[in-house]
């Protein structure tokens, strides 16, 4: 699997952006799903994560909220929907997946990744 982020960008504290992953490969649909960010000079850290199916959704507390985990099987994306930005959510975004299936928030299970978007927040 191969995972391509788009959307990241500069905006203002209160702002919104919406980024994708795109994933190749047909066993997308298999496959839960996970975003992780970065800040410079920090360990990576989870965001939110979404099953295979989409019915089972989890978030950090930091995002809760604020942020929302979406995917479209039909198009092999996966998205997330960061409202209301504030300037410590700036970082790298990373999209992940989970072969087995359930997302979650340790990144040890997942096997994939992007090489991520970079998102900043003006205060």
């Known amino acids: 699997v191969q995972l391509v982020e788009s959307g990241g960008g500069l905006v203002q504290a209160g702002g919104s952006l919406r980024l994708s992953c795109a994933a190749s490969g047909r066993t997308f649909t298999t496959y839960g799903m996970g975003w992780f960010r970065q800040a410079p000079g920090k360990e990576r850290e989870f965001v939110a994560a979404i099953s295979w199916s989409g019915g089972s959704t989890r978030y950090a507390d930091s995002v809760k909220g604020r942020f929302t985990i979406s995917r479209d099987n039909a198009k092999n994306t996966v998205y997330l929907q960061m409202n209301s930005l504030k300037p410590e959510d700036t970082a790298v975004y990373y999209c992940?997946?989970?072969?087995?299936?359930?997302?979650?928030?340790?990144?040890?299970?997942?096997?994939?990744w992007g090489h991520g978007t970079q998102v900043t927040v003006s205060s």
């Open positions: 992940a997946a989970d072969r087995q299936g359930g997302g979650g928030s340790w990144y040890g299970r997942y096997e994939y």
